[in-house]
Every structure is written in C-alpha cells, then in structure tokens.
C-alpha cells in the first residue's frame, strides 16, 4: 500500500485482484443457485 498524507491507499493492481475476486465469488453463488444446490 502506499500512504498518502492520512489515506491508505491501495495500488491498482491490488483494487483489480479484490474487484476480480468479488465478481467469481458472486458468479459461483449464483451457478449453485441455479443449479439449487442452495437456497436464494
């Protein structure tokens, strides 16, 4: 991370891992609800 005055700030590569990981997670949560092996 790098500090810019009082932020943390994270750098580009870390905000487009966490944004790719939040997209799979909800992908993979919506394939078992369809394939209902969960419930909503």
Request: net charge negative.
């Given at each position: 991370?790098?500090?810019v005055g009082k932020f943390m700030v994270r750098?580009?590569?870390a905000i487009?891992?966490?944004f790719f990981s939040a997209i799979?997670?909800?992908t993979q949560l919506?394939?078992?609800r369809a394939?209902?092996?969960i419930e909503n």
């Open positions: 991370m790098i500090a750098t580009t590569e487009r891992t966490h799979r997670a909800f919506e394939l078992m394939e209902e092996l």
